[in-house]
Each structure stands twice: as C-alpha cells, then as structure tokens.
T-cell receptor, first 113, second 112 residues
C-alpha cells in the first residue's frame, strides 16, 4: 500500500526566506505527483503536477522536483510571503485508470511578517 | 473558466438520515473523483468515475453510493448517516484519467 510522508509537519519562517518542503512515497511506481495548497476549512488548490517522466516543474516562485527512484519530491518556495501561509499537501497516483490520489498529512506553513 | 462546483456547501443531518451531494465538473472534464477529509486529516479517496463508468474504489463505506450522469455531473449518496461521517467532502475533476485533478470547494457535512 502506498504511503506518503511529509516533513516537516509544521514550519514557521520569517518573510523573505527561501524554503523547502519534503515529500516521500514508499512505492516508486507512481504515475504522477501533485502538490496542493489548502487554506483552513477551504478546498485544495493545485500548485504543480509532475509526471513520472519529468524531473521538475516550475510555476512562479514555486519549483517542484521529483526523484522517482528514491521516492522523493521537494517543493521549493522562493522569497516567501505571508500570503504563502497554508497547509501544503503532496499526493501521488499509482497505476492506471482514474485512480484516486494518496495524500501525505501535509506541512503546515506559517510565514511571519 | 468556472471551476468545479459542489452543492450544497453546508449540510446538517441527523443520525440515520440520508444525504446527497452533487458535483459539477469543469467543462469538458470527463473524470470525477470523490474524497472525504475528516477534521485534521488528509483527504481520503472514496470513488472515481471515467466516462460515466465507475473506475476506482477507495475507502468508501457500503452505505455510500455514487454515480456519474450523462452530463458528467456526479452525485454521492450517503445513507444511514453516522456521527463519524461528519467531514468535508470534496469532488475533483480531470480531463481524463491520471491528469491533473482540480478540486471543488467542498461540502461540509455535519451529522448530529
């Protein structure tokens, strides 16, 4: 059974810092990996999707990398802002068909003004 | 473009009652997924549909059923509700299986 782990569980940093969130998964046979952002009591906003054949994806200040063989992904946030404060979730899909995502428990991020 | 629409946004039911949640996917998306997120938990996959056929099943209780209609909207039917069913229920859609999933705002179900 696929398990997804995110480290750290919580992170608090001053505004302007660059930071890295980590995600690991036990079954390297993933089809793709998706990073989400969730604000308290709200829905999930898709940030980046990396397909298994890709090494990284970039969107604005966000960069996500994927090392499928070692079962790891990182989300790099550059020049953090207070508006980046949220929970960041990593999720993977294994196999074919309309498989559901398996989520990690998230990293709760606070950016101090 | 409009995102995934879910209705109702909030629902309060009593134990043993039934509830129906609706999901309208993004235009031209033919794949719909349902997830349940309990308080302080990560989302758990329940069930998915591709081209109106059930595609994958996760941890969906037997008391729950779902279907996808000809216009691609989907409904999640929940019967004999229990206190533990209180959660946020998300619907997501994608343009085909294994593509990027876009989530709706969720339906908050409270069972009293």
């Amino acid at each position: 059974k696929q398990e997804v782990t995110q480290i750290p569980a919580a992170l608090s940093v001053p505004e302007g810092e660059n930071l890295v969130l980590n995600c690991s998964f036990t079954d390297s046979a993933i089809y793709n990996l998706q990073w989400f952002r969730q604000d308290p009591g709200k829905g999930l906003t898709s940030l980046l999707l990396i397909q298994s054949s890709q090494r990284e994806q970039t969107s604005g200040r966000l960069n996500a990398s994927l090392d499928k063989s070692s079962g790891r992904s990182t989300l790099y946030i550059a020049a953090s802002q207070p508006g980046d404060s949220a929970t960041y979730l990593c999720a993977v899909i294994v196999g074919g068909g309309a498989d559901g995502l398996t989520f990690g428990k998230g990293t709760h991020l606070i950016i101090q003004p | 473009a409009a995102g995934v629409i879910q209705s109702p946004r909030h629902l309060i039911k009593e134990k043993r009652e039934t509830a129906t949640l609706k999901c309208y996917p993004i235009s031209r998306h033919d794949t719909v997924y349902w997830y349940q997120q309990g308080p302080g938990q990560d989302p758990q996959f329940l069930i998915s549909f591709y081209e109106k056929m059930q595609s994958d099943k996760g941890s969906i209780p037997d008391r729950f059923s779902a279907q996808q209609f000809s216009d691609y909207h989907s409904e999640l039917n929940m019967s004999s509700l229990e206190l533990g069913d209180s959660a946020l229920y998300f619907c997501a859609s994608s343009f085909g299986p294994r593509y990027e999933q876009y989530f709706g705002p969720g339906t908050r179900l409270t069972v009293t």
